[in-house]
């Protein structure tokens, strides 16, 4: 089965810095990464997900990046504001199915 | 055009008694995912099903706990007689399609308390 692995876990930024949240992931056969933010006391939401036939894509602020010889990808966040603060999730495909394996997670702090 | 659909939000139960989650997914979906997720620590994948059928069950416990999604209605995860440590955030999530690469979204979750 697929594994993934998250960094950091926890990362501080001030207003208006970048954050950037890697993962790595272990089966080549995987070909699909989703990025999930997760406020307190809700459900994931998916905000931005990649296709292993393309290494970057991008979406206003958020950009995510796909390393498939290296079996990374990450998460790209500019001009970061209060309201991204948050518990950030990768995930890669679970198995042969289309069900997910997610990373731990990264706490997400943007301080005003 | 409602999303992911859970209930109840917030669910009680005493150790020994039964809990049912209730999800239904969005409008022309019919695949269905349960994910656990235990305080502080990631989702992990519970079970997967299609209308009337388990697709995968590898993430689910081997007692106590069943799943099902009928023909008509909510999908519904039902845990036996709980102990403290079934208490955790249960969410359920839909997809289109079962294709490796396809969208899935969430539910609010239910936040499971065992007293």
């Known amino acids: 089965g697929e594994n993934v692995e998250q960094h950091p876990s926890t990362l501080s930024v001030q207003e208006g810095d970048s954050a950037v949240i890697k993962c790595t992931y272990s089966?080549?056969?995987?070909?699909?990464f989703p990025w999930y933010k997760q406020e307190l006391g809700k459900g994931p939401q998916l905000i931005i997900d990649?296709?292993?036939?393309?290494g970057e894509k991008k979406d206003q602020r958020i950009a995510v990046t796909l390393n498939k010889t290296a079996k990374h990808f990450s998460l790209h966040i500019t001009e970061t504001q209060p309201e991204d603060s948050a518990v950030y999730f990768c995930?890669?495909?679970?198995?042969?199915?289309?069900?997910?394996?997610f990373g731990k997670g990264t706490m997400l702090l943007v301080s005003p | 055009n409602a999303g992911v659909m859970q209930n109840p939000r917030h669910l009680v139960r005493r150790r020994g008694q039964e809990a049912r989650l209730r999800c239904s997914p969005m409008k022309g979906h019919s695949h269905v995912y349960w994910y656990r997720q235990l305080p502080e620590e990631g989702l992990k994948f519970m079970v997967y099903l299609q209308k009337e059928n388990i697709i995968d069950e590898s993430g689910m416990p081997k007692e106590r706990f069943s799943a099902e999604f009928p023909k008509e209605g909510p999908s519904i995860l039902r845990i036996q007689q709980v102990v403290r440590g079934d208490s955790a955030a249960y969410f359920c999530?839909?997809?289109?399609?079962?294709?490796?690469?396809?969208?899935?979204?969430f539910g609010q979750g239910t936040r499971l308390t065992v007293v």
């Open positions: 089966d080549s056969a995987s070909n699909y």
């Open positions: 990649i296709r292993s036939n393309v």
């Open positions: 995930a890669a495909p679970h198995s042969g199915y289309s069900t997910l394996t």
């Open positions: 999530a839909s997809s289109l399609t079962g294709t490796r690469n396809t969208e899935a979204f």
